[in-house]
């Protein structure tokens, strides 16, 4: 089964700078999806960035890019010119790309605090 | 409405009660999927529909737990003798999802969840 693992409950930054949230995974699959998820206060989850693994090039989405090292099984967050609406909480998540597992695996979150 | 809602918003229930928790995707989603998010958590699967196949169950803690779509579209999720450990939120999400392919991927649209507490 796979697992999805975020090494960081809680993270600071201060507006205007830059964060990195951490990620790993495990499976044996060579083809799957990975994503990054915001939660804000209002519970509503919120999809900032996707990678499909079979791309070599990491995914943007304008402040947010990826650092996906497939080898290592290592997919990181990166949140460039950090504002005070990014505060919330981050899940990384997996899905298979295999036809009937379309569920979504979660980390346990991290949670993103932006200073003023 | 343009979105996956959910109803209600928040349950507090006792011990020993049964549940029941609506989630209406978004008109012409045929894929419906139910998470739990416990304090501290992660999101766990609980159970998938898609269509017409059967449901995948695979993520439901207990037989407490069942979960049912009328008519392709609105879903119903039910805790029987509710516990304390069910305390948690409680999400459901759509997407359009058609035959499973590989590399075919429809995103999944989240409600905002339903908080319930089990006293």
């Known amino acids: 089964a796979q697992t999805v693992t975020q090494s960081q409950p809680e993270m600071s930054v201060q507006e205007a700078e830059t964060v990195t949230l951490s990620c790993t995974y495990d499976t044996s699959e060579s083809d799957y999806y990975l994503f990054w998820y915001k939660q804000p206060p209002s519970r509503q989850m919120i999809l900032v960035i996707r990678?499909?693994?079979?791309?070599?090039q990491n995914a943007t989405e304008n402040r947010f890019s990826v650092n996906f090292q497939k080898a290592a099984k290592s997919f990181s967050l990166k949140i460039s010119d950090s504002q005070l609406g990014d505060a919330a909480m981050y899940f990384c998540?997996?899905?298979?790309?295999?036809?009937?597992?379309?569920?979504?695996?979660f980390g346990k979150g991290t949670k993103l605090t932006v200073n003023p | 409405g343009a979105g996956v809602s959910q109803s209600p918003s928040n349950k507090v229930t006792e011990k020993g009660k049964d549940v029941e928790l609506r989630c209406d995707p978004i008109s012409g989603h045929t894929a419906l999927y139910w998470y739990r998010q416990s304090l501290g958590q992660g999101l766990e699967f609980l159970i998938y529909?898609?269509?017409?196949?059967?449901?995948?169950k695979s993520g439901l803690p207990s037989d407490r737990f069942s979960a049912e779509r009328t008519g392709g579209s609105v879903s119903t999720l039910t805790i029987q003798r509710t516990q304390q450990e069910d305390s948690a939120v409680y999400l459901c999400a759509s997407s359009a999802e058609g035959v499973p392919q590989f590399f075919i991927y429809n995103e999944q649209f989240f409600g905002p969840g339903t908080r319930l507490t089990v006293l």
């Open positions: 990678q499909e693994a079979y791309k070599q």
């Open positions: 998540a997996y899905r298979s790309s295999q036809g009937g597992s379309e569920k979504l695996v």
């Open positions: 529909f898609q269509g017409n196949s059967a449901p995948d």
